[in-house]
């Protein structure tokens, strides 16, 4: 099994080390890249990502605060982190015609389960989309880079009006409003209620890939799978955890 991408040291953060700093952290922006890029179209540049990974970088070199308790290393990856994903966003890069695929699923998940009034197999939703179940299987594949849902769906944002990123949100800040520390009980509360109620297999994807961060390889050799079937169950997660989220957003908030 690879092994994973080991955080640098601790390093302290003066205005005369910049430079080095930055060179100290670059393995930790390459990885990060790579890390989403598994998940985006073959036309989005890794390069482009490292490149806003390094602003990412340098924005938190100029606004980290020892006082508040967080070790650099883990604040820096959440702030290259946030800063891929805000431009990510910026680019508006999921096509309308896969937002329109992962909407028609969806709407067809969402009626199958007020009409059985319980989750629906993979058979039905393809069934009732007028699909075989590998096209099925495909359409989740196309669909499991789009965002699972939006902050704006718990209230959460910046005083700008500008979207925040889910990672910058679960870190917290200290001096955050109360009414935005409520919010963020309630959005590790909601993910993990989500994520209780996948299956175990899914569960396990998950942990593995997003909590252990291994790769879509190294996940099939622990589970004794083909990539391709870790692919599928990935995306089978991803698209359950879209419509649970929904589904306790609207029944909680």
Known sequence: MAIKQQAPEEIEIT????????????PMIKYVANRIAMRLPPHIEVDDLIS????????????YDSSRGAKFKTYAEFRVRGAILDELRAMDWVPRSIRQKASNVDKVVQGLQAKLSRTPEDEEVAKEMGLSLDQFHDTLNETKSIPIFSLEDLGIAKESGEQQSLLDCLAGKADADPQTQIRLVELKGIIAKAIDALPEKERLMVSLYYYEELTMKEIGAVLEITESRVSQIHSKAVYRLRTKLKAIIAEEL
């Not at 806003?52 to 606004?63: F, N, P, Q, Y």
């Open 52 to 63: 806003v990974g390094v602003l990412g970088l340098m924005d938190a070199i100029s606004k």
């Open 15 to 26: 205005t005369e080390n910049r430079e080095e700093v930055i060179k100290r952290y670059s």
